[in-house]
């Protein structure tokens, strides 16, 4: 079975710290992972995609690195702002076009 | 430009009772897709669209369930007969196949319960 597993479930840093989330896939046979933002009562927002051929996606303070081989992912938050808290939700694909599998998302909450 | 829009955001029925959700994709995208979250939980995939026809119908968990989206576009999901465990926030989401990315643009939801 296709499984999507992310830990921890929730996080809480004080600001201006460093931080690694992680997710880890059953079958390591993806097309793409993608990780996505989700504020309390709305929806999700993509903030990276990495391809199967990628090794890494930067965007300002965030950086995803994948290692189909081992099936993981690590999401790294650079200097951490109380603006950062919210739900990061990792996903899967298995197929162009294709369903998301999700984790069950680790909560952060980056205290000033 | 406008992102995915999701009508009605909020829905209460009592049990029993048929409700439908309206999605309206991010405009030009082909392919249009339900989850489903429930509180804590990952969003779950319901079904996909890929124009008007379902590519894969394989989340919908009985027949209680059905999608449509009859011009390419706009889909609605309807659910029959109600039950309390329906109770979710059902996500839509659209995106573009065949560019150098596919990535799944989200709505905001509709928040489903049942009483």
């Known amino acids: 079975k296709q499984e999507v597993t992310q830990i921890p479930a929730a996080l809480s840093v004080p600001e201006g710290e460093n931080l690694v989330l992680n997710c880890s896939f059953t079958d390591s046979a993806i097309y793409n992972l993608q990780w996505f933002r989700q504020d309390p009562g709305k929806g999700l927002t993509s903030l990276l995609l990495?391809?199967?051929?990628?090794r890494e996606q930067t965007s300002g303070r965030l950086n995803a690195s994948l290692d189909k081989s081992s099936g993981r992912s690590t999401l790294y938050i650079a200097a951490s702002q109380p603006g950062d808290s919210a739900t990061y939700l990792c996903a899967v694909r298995y197929n162009q076009g294709g369903k998301l599998i999700f984790g069950q998302g680790t909560e952060l909450s980056v205290k000033p | 430009g406008a992102g995915v829009s999701q009508t009605p955001s909020n829905k209460v029925t009592e049990k029993g009772k048929y409700v439908e959700l309206r999605c309206d994709p991010i405009?030009?995208?082909?392919?249009l897709y339900w989850y489903r979250q429930s509180l804590g939980q990952g969003p779950e995939f319901l079904i996909y669209f890929q124009g008007t026809g379902a590519a894969d119908d394989s989340g919908l968990p009985n027949d209680r369930f059905f999608a449509v989206r009859p011009e390419g576009s706009v889909s609605t999901l309807k659910i029959q007969r109600t039950e309390r465990g329906d109770s979710a926030v059902y996500l839509c989401?659209?995106?573009?196949?065949?560019?150098?990315?596919?990535?799944?643009?989200f709505g905001p939801g509709t928040r489903l319960t049942v009483l």
């Open positions: 990495i391809q199967s051929s990628q």
């Open positions: 989401a659209s995106s573009l196949i065949g560019g150098t990315t596919d990535t799944q643009y």
């Open positions: 405009s030009g995208h082909t392919a």
